[in-house]
């Protein structure tokens, strides 16, 4: 019995350094990049469809707003100074559809889980995000890149992705960490960092 406790807790003790030690880059990831959060009001199909609609102009106006900007300090700074303007651009969105929920809008640092985009994986923590939350925000979610400004989806080419993020300042190794080019080591690296982040809340 006490030598399978032992085990066990040699085991975890392995577990718990392995966990514990950083992605080489992944600091450098965080810093590099700005994630778009939109919130639905609720689960229902009406407040659903108003989020994308939601999303497609505030990525519309976003688009015209970083196009000039070469690094996520950049970006952020143009972001701040036009809060109001994508709050007012949101809430005239849902006011065409009949809508009287209020939207808020904020830029901030925001938890994610590891996420997996068409051919990006993205390792869990804190990112600067802007934030954008209809009504009670008490729906379900969409996340996006937004800076370097390219929404990833089916249409996007792994070309345009590389070119535009190591545009944003990531170096080659910190493209490949993110576009998993060594076969599922980061991807279940992430994982395990996201569950073990979790436990230590």
């Not at 929920?101 to 994986?121: F, H, I, K, N």
């Not at 923590?125 to 979610?141: D, P, Q, T």
């Not at 992430?190 to 230590?200: C, D, N, P, S, T």
């Amino acid at each position: 019995m006490k030598r399978m406790l032992g085990f066990f807790c040699a085991v975890m003790l392995l577990l718990g350094a392995f966990v514990l030690l950083p992605v080489h880059g992944e600091s450098e990831i965080y810093d590099s990049v700005i994630r778009l959060h939109v919130l639905a009001n609720s689960n229902r199909e009406e407040d659903q469809h108003l989020k994308l609609l939601v999303r497609d102009e505030v990525l519309a106006t976003t688009k015209t707003l970083l196009k000039d900007t070469k690094t996520r300090d950049e970006a952020a700074a143009v972001l701040r100074e036009n809060l109001g303007a994508i709050r007012t651009v949101a809430q005239h969105t849902l006011q065409k559809q009949g809508c009287d929920d209020t939207v808020s809008v904020s830029l901030g640092q925001e938890e994610y889980p590891t996420r997996e985009y068409e051919q990006l994986a993205f390792p869990a923590g804190k990112y600067l995000s802007l934030r954008v939350m209809i009504g009670e925000a008490e729906g379900a979610n969409w996340w996006c890149v937004l800076f370097p400004p390219l929404c990833l989806s089916a249409a996007t080419t792994k070309a345009q992705a590389e070119e535009a993020f190591l545009a944003a300042g990531l170096t080659e190794e910190q493209y490949r960490i993110i576009t998993d080019s060594n076969g599922g080591k980061y991807r279940l690296r992430f994982k395990i960092l996201e569950v073990a982040g979790k436990l230590f809340d």
